[in-house]
């Protein structure tokens, strides 16, 4: 190759990559402390501007506060590193079970519905929501907004937390969630704890009603590969869609335990 060939190689390369070098200029830079939370929002609603997010979300967005137990939160998850019998008695498997059982006897009818329309048996889904909400009594208190915007900030995860404020500005955008709606620590939502980014895609009724929030679930996981009469233990073909819900092995053990004895009860 000649001279000129390569410099006209070299030229057309440099040009090509400075659009790429000039977004990640521009990107809103991530932190690990509150100091740079207000001027990383302006960066982000900049950028949710030019995505098309509403001129009203992002003031809610603007609103947000840096949400410092949510990253008190995310620092300390340890019950998911117990064995799975000490996992069970702190998350008080056996009560769960005895109160799982009697919600499949006395909601017979909606268990029935959702089964014979995603394909999903009660157990499993009365194992998640009693695992996250205690059946719906304990749903979280914080400040969805300000808890997603927070660790879409936080260098730790800033990739997932990102896609997950992206959904929740849509969300608001569509009047489905407010600036206001509470959830969990890391932005979980409703009585089987939905992410932003779940609820679009999974979404199938109000996730603050049971019915809604459990066919939602049952939707997930037919979303994530779940087969009707197949078995969900470890091993078993719809354990990967229990796999999916919760990345920790020792809570996938335990909503497929709590789910067999349910369903066996």
Known sequence: MTNGGQLRMITVAILMALPLM?????????????????????????EARG???SASTLAALMAANYATAT????????????SLDQFLARRGGSAIVARGRALKQSNAAL?????QRFGVPPGPLLAIWGMETGFGR??????????????????????????????????????VLSAGTRGSMHGEIGHTQFLPKNILAYGAGSLDTAGGALSSTANFLKGHGWRAGAGYQPGEANFAAI????AAPVYQRAIAIIGRQIDGG
């Open 243 to 246: 796999q999916a819900w919760n």
């Open 111 to 115: 268990f029935a519905s959702i089964q």
């Open 71 to 82: 990253i008190a939160a995310d620092r300390n998850q340890g019950s998911m590193h117990l």
């Open 22 to 46: 000039a977004s990640k200029a521009d990107a809103a830079q991530c932190g690990s402390s509150a100091a740079g939370f207000e001027g990383w929002k302006r960066q982000f609603a900049d």
């Open 138 to 175: 304990s749903r979280g208190n914080q400040n969805t907004l300000s808890a997603v915007a927070t660790l879409a900030y936080d260098c730790r995860r800033t990739a997932y937390f990102t896609d997950q404020l992206y959904a929740a500005l849509t969300l608001i955008d569509r009047g």
């Open 51 to 53: 995505k098309g997010v």
